[in-house]
């Protein structure tokens, strides 16, 4: 499957330098084989462009893996059993990190709160990173680690979660969580630059694995930037990464020249990334009509103020912008925020995107596509949390929680991510979210009209997720003079029913050429 309207299927590519030469029938391509040209036979496995992730935070994806996984954990029992197994090989005094608990799942039904874990770490700081990773969990012993009482105020973007008796629970919801002396989502202090080096190398080895070719890294910083620049000098990068820096290294990057489309092939710089807002799941998105169950809690947005002035900066300087914005209440800011730039210094391709597009009602939906605005968002969000979503939401706000097929259908450009380490970098799980949007926890299907085909989802991870960084001219379909990145499966996916797009296999993955 080429995904090139010219030729939309073919036998066979000719490779040659990293680029695809060629694609025709196999008689017609068999006829440039030379004595020292490579043939790989695929026995009639399917080939697709290859995949393309726009939002995977690379060193957490390699730190967490390092951490106690509770993903998928049904009981509080469960979440002690796993933290006492741990601590009980780590040093009396040390930081034991957790990742990916979720209340949906959990029998209780309710957030963990430190009296649930205090007994198996009575010794040690405990650090559980809630699986929206706009959350976490620590236990008595470390709260006090990071100076945490009930006087305690929050920081600016931030919710320190106390029971009835004003004691806090150990929740520490968006900004309140860096408030701990490490974490996973942003780890502090930050590993040295070996530890980090390592981290990238286990993330990107790890995402190949999944058909990916290229990968959006947004929120990098000095230290992820610098030392993904020496894995590509190193040629130790098995797939493409696009940066995105995060906001604060803006002002360098202005004075420094630096601009969205700098690099190469294989490693360059793309949007500059802000955040706007919190999580649907941790009731931290900005939205305008307060979460189900909380009528005083309409999440948090960030200063509109200060992003408004980031934005119109970047925009002035020809950078392209990214927004973590979730909520209908952060969008419509953003949105504000982008016009008012674009009428300051008009643009006409600026591609400037929005990160999740969670709570996207049709006003802001048109406001967006006449503004030029792009959209990354995560199908398997819906899947894994779509119940927990219908609870914060209810019924009338859920028709417009994710709705992809109407962005696309409303001529929106949306590409697909995982939000890693939010989910696993898998973009067939993605794609058969997109299409089911099944309940992983109920087997409901999750708003049935927002279920797009499988062409739409594929064409998210190939040619719109290229197109999210202008890179349509050298990857997400399979043509002549394009980068020879590949995905090959073990099924078509446009021969199966979507239900059994998860019992396809990556067979192998090919990035210019080489099978990596």
Not at 22 to 50: Q, Y
Not at 97 to 123: A, C, F, M, Q
Not at 232 to 261: C, F, N, Q, W, Y
Not at 471 to 490: N, P
Request: proline share 5%; hydrophobic share 40%; aromatic share 6%.
């Amino acid at each position: 499957m080429t995904l090139s309207p010219a030729e939309p299927r073919c036998e066979a590519v000719a490779v040659v330098f990293g680029r695809v030469a060629e694609t025709g029938s196999t008689s017609e391509i068999m006829r440039s084989v030379g004595s020292e040209t490579k043939v790989i036979d695929l026995n009639g496995k399917t080939v697709l462009p290859g995949f393309i992730d726009t939002h995977v935070h690379l060193d957490d994806f390699g730190l967490t893996l390092r951490t106690v996984n509770m993903e998928g954990v049904t009981s509080v029992a469960d979440v002690r059993r796993l933290l006492s197994e741990r601590v009980s090989h780590t040093p009396r005094g040390d930081w034991v990190l957790g990742r990916g608990w979720n209340e949906n799942v959990l029998k209780e039904k309710r957030l963990l709160t430190r009296w649930d874990i205090d007994e198996v770490s009575p010794d040690n700081p405990l650090y559980l990173h809630h699986f929206s990773c706009h959350a976490t969990l620590l236990n008595s012993r470390g709260l006090e680690a990071s100076g945490i009482d009930r006087h305690t105020k929050p920081p600016a973007g931030g919710w320190i979660d106390v029971d009835e008796s004003g004691e806090p629970t150990g929740f520490l919801r968006s900004n309140a969580r860096f408030m701990a002396p490490v974490g996973l989502n942003g780890v502090r202090p930050r590993p040295n630059l070996g530890t980090l080096r390592e981290a990238l190398l286990v993330g990107v080895n790890e995402a190949v694995k999944y058909g990916l070719t290229s990968i959006h890294v947004p929120s990098a910083d000095r230290d992820e930037i610098k030392v993904t620049q020496e894995l590509a000098a190193e040629g130790m990068l098995p797939l493409r990464v696009t940066l995105l820096p995060k906001v604060e290294l803006l002002d360098h990057a202005l004075k420094l020249g630096i601009g969205s489309g700098l690099g190469d092939e294989w490693l360059g710089i793309g949007a500059v990334k802000i955040f706007s807002d919190g999580s649907l799941i941790a009731r931290t998105a900005a939205v305008k009509e307060s979460f189900d169950g909380e009528p005083e809690n309409e999440g948090i947005l960030n200063d509109p103020g200060v992003f408004s002035r980031q934005i119109l900066e970047a925009n002035r300087a020809g950078m392209q912008v990214s927004v973590h914005a979730v909520g209908d209440r952060a969008i419509e800011a953003v949105l504000a925020a982008y016009e008012a730039a674009l009428r300051d210094t008009p643009r006409e391709d600026h591609r400037h995107r929005i990160e999740h597009g969670s709570l996207f009602p049709r006003g802001l939906r048109d406001w967006a596509r006449r503004l030029g605005v792009v959209v990354s968002t995560q199908p398997e969000l819906v899947t894994r949390n779509g119940d927990g979503f219908q609870a914060s939401l209810g019924d009338r706000r859920m028709r417009y929680t994710y709705p992809i097929k109407s962005l696309l259908e409303e001529g929106i450009i949306v590409s697909g991510s995982s939000d890693c380490p939010l989910t696993y970098p898998n973009p067939l799980k993605g794609i058969w979210s997109a299409t089911t949007r099944t309940s992983e926890n109920t087997g409901e299907i999750i708003t049935a009209g927002e279920r797009v085909t499988i062409d739409q989802a594929i064409r998210m991870y190939t040619i719109n997720a290229a197109m999210v960084s202008f890179d349509e001219k050298r990857k997400g379909t399979i043509e002549r003079g394009k980068l020879a990145d590949f995905t090959v499966l073990s099924a078509d996916p446009y021969e199966v029913s979507p239900e059994e797009i998860l019992n396809i296999r990556v067979e192998m993955t090919i990035v210019g050429g080489k099978v990596v």
